[in-house]
């Protein structure tokens, strides 16, 4: 027997596919929509639905906007383009408030263990891109692993032929971290780029 | 200006208001309601306020339910009442397979910190249960700190005179836990209620 009633337990379980909700932050998650007005579950439901319906990828970068185009495609410089995984990663790349470039999202990476190859990520669109818009430098903001090295390698070779300056985020320790706990081969990264001060 | 467009910001501020989510958690659930089907979407909202609908408080016992009497109070034995102080606890208590009675949720305890006196939580029910019922035996499942405490008491003191026999959960050490980390507040109540083996 389910510890819950229908329309309870269908609820715990949609909050419970959600990526690492367990069953008890699920029913958590329950007991407040339950508890609060239903205005607000009405208006959660609706965004949630309008979330789906109205957010898209970016046409140029593949990032999820509510237009054509998103807003750092219309407004930013074209010439230089910040390639990322994922678009969460461009949040993140967002908070340098000094970048004034555009992104290009993959939707992942070279990854043979999971069979996937260039042609399963975004990278003829990449291609497109560059070749269009007299792009002048590509950043390689593909995650610091295997894979991600991996990648911004490949993207390296295809476009260095057009003349295109391809570069990578540079690699060491983090600010505010302890040399310490660092692991040995961020430290011998950080040892081969060191610079004179 | 905001991480994202507006009908994604929305979706992310209603994961936010969930009880113990951040900004990070909220945007991931976020893009994985975006990043999945529709009919996902479409049914998850439903659940929402179909919940929010269909779940009310049983009208015996305050435990939430989609019917008028919870199946609980519709099968059990009417003369055990376990009072509890939330919802969420009766599904801690039903997980003791043993246990046959039925459940009073109090919504709440004795508090004077937060200017919760007995008239604010469910006790006026809890006394109409007992006389009418023929209830034989109130446990009281309060939660084991200072408020729980009290109300546990003031449930006595109300309750004894009419003739109900009423008691507590025990307290002491847990099961599988370690002497070395308990606290001295729980090892003094476990030494004081020890038991001839």
Do not use: W
């Amino acid at each position: 027997m389910p510890d819950f009633e229908e329309p309870i337990e269908r609820l715990i379980e949609y909050f419970r596919s959600l990526p690492g909700v367990g069953k008890k932050t699920a029913q958590r998650y329950a007991f407040f929509v339950i508890e609060n007005s239903r205005d607000k579950a009405v208006n959660f439901a609706k965004a949630l639905v309008e979330a789906k319906d109205k957010v898209h990828l970016c046409k140029e970068c593949g990032n999820y906007c509510a237009s054509e185009i998103c807003p750092i495609c219309e407004r930013r410089n074209q010439k230089v383009i910040c390639v990322v995984q994922e678009p969460k990663d461009i949040v993140a790349m967002e908070k340098v408030k000094s970048f004034d470039g555009v992104y290009h999202v993959l939707f992942g990476c070279i990854n043979p263990l999971e069979n996937k190859g260039p042609n399963d990520i975004k990278l003829k669109e990449l291609l497109a891109r560059v070749g269009k818009n007299g792009v002048q430098e590509v950043i390689c903001a593909t995650n610091p692993d295997v894979e991600g090295e991996a990648t911004a390698m490949y993207i390296a070779k295809l476009l260095k032929p057009m003349g295109v300056k391809v570069t990578r985020l540079a690699q060491g320790i983090s600010i505010g971290s302890d040399i310490e706990f660092a692991d040995e081969v961020t430290l011998e990264k950080a040892l081969k780029s060191r610079q004179e001060i």
